[in-house]
């Protein structure tokens, strides 16, 4: 189960932004239960809030030394909320109604990439390509057939390649019609086969448990 966390995305915001968000933060926080001892205590984290905005303030008019208390601030504006965060995390243990009921924001969660059922790309070397399918479960063997042309082929139509135990193949030896057709990808198509399954994108494949049979092949 995807678990959610706190991103800690308030360290690149600007000074005022960063204000109304800890003014936030803090204002939600400590009417919660979970963060009534926080370990921040809120009295402390309120006048860094309020030591940030005023130097803040003071330093618009471009005076030095105003400047560097306000930096000196923000450190300790971060620190503080980085400790928060932390407790967050470790008190909500991934649920994203908690955290997001405190102001943090919510972390991106990375998505798998999409691996496609069948993909072309180029060979080696000239005249060649290597095909790729995803693997189907109880499969033997990996038959590799190709057609080259712009109809709908019939079964007698599509040529052998080759047989593999590997759901990767590279072709060689075609020419360049050859490749520029077959690299134009097969569409994809689930189908029953007495009693597995094949799943045609260019290959068929051989159920342990069935005999082999010529299936359907589309154009691209």
Known sequence: MKKDFVVFDFLRFSVPNKIAFGR???SKMSLIVLFENPDVAYAVVIAIIDKLERYYMSSRGGDHEQIALMYQAELEFDEAFRSLGKQVDRIAKGDAAIILSTGFHLAKQPTPPEISDFSVEAGEGPGSVWLHRKAVAGAASYVWMYYVGTDIPTEDKWLFAYCTTQTWYEMKGLTCRESDSISQ?????????????????????????SSPVLSDYFRS
């Open 185 to 209: 990808g097969l569409k994809p198509r689930l189908q029953r086969v007495n009693r597995g399954f094949l799943l045609n994108m260019g290959s068929d494949s051989y159920s342990k448990d």
């Open 24 to 26: 936030t933060v803090v």
